[in-house]
């Protein structure tokens, strides 16, 4: 067990780490290609992929689209989806190993309440957009996977962090922590998670623009 919590905590990590960040700019890459054949240069479409990130990023039109209180619950979710994950003791530690710099960290109590409001918002977000029929048509099966992975790394972190609350004996909290977490990572870049923040709108103008020109 010793073995396969350094081995998920330290090489899977940082095999996990190089895939989502690789994963991600390849995205990225990809879709501004996509544009770049539409509008006819590349720099058009990595313009339209940044504006398309900071469009995404833009809570009042995100609500506009899905509605406000899955836009509220995204808001606590993706907050402490930053905060814990980068600035908990723990993994600053993790962190600090793995790029060997000085991590800083957020005091435990701010932590340990972001954990608490993050497992609820991502359980009321997983069953909001399960119930919503707009939501599930443009979902693949893989889809889901983000969000079901990081509410299993956030409950068996704070089962980790909080023993004596535990049913799980610790070292069996840890590996499900750090293995869907690791899973975590390396699934984001091929979900619809990462196909919308890097470019959703300049996408499907691009097919749009392309149809019409071939009719």
């Known amino acids: 067990m010793e073995a396969l919590l350094e081995f998920s905590s330290g090489p899977l990590f940082r095999l996990a780490l190089v895939v989502a960040g690789l994963g991600m700019i390849a995205q990225f890459v990809q879709n501004a290609l996509v544009v ?33 209180v899955g836009e509220v619950l995204t808001v606590f979710v993706v907050a402490g989806v930053i905060v814990v994950p980068l600035f908990y003791l723990g993994h600053a530690r993790l962190w600090g190993r793995t790029l060997f710099l000085d991590w800083p960290v957020v005091p435990a109590e701010i932590s340990d309440l972001l954990t ?42 704070y089962l980790v962090a909080h023993p004596g609350r535990s049913p799980l004996a610790p070292d069996t909290a840890a590996l499900i922590h750090y293995l869907s977490a690791d899973a975590l990572l390396l699934t984001v870049p091929f979900t619809r998670l990462a196909r919308c923040v890097l470019l959703p709108s300049a996408i499907a103008g691009a097919i749009q623009h392309r149809k019409e020109v071939a009719a």
Do not use: E
């Open 116 to 157: 608490k409001l993050t497992m609820v918002a991502l359980a009321l977000l997983l069953a909001w957009r399960l119930a919503d029929k707009k939501y599930r048509q443009v979902m693949l099966r893989f889809d889901w996977l983000p969000l079901i992975l990081a509410l299993s790394a956030f409950v068996s972190g």
């Open 36 to 68: 770049a054949r539409s509008s006819g240069t590349v720099k058009a479409g990595i313009r339209a992929s940044l504006k398309a990130v900071v469009a995404w990023l833009n809570p009042v039109s995100r609500a506009r689209k899905w509605g406000l």
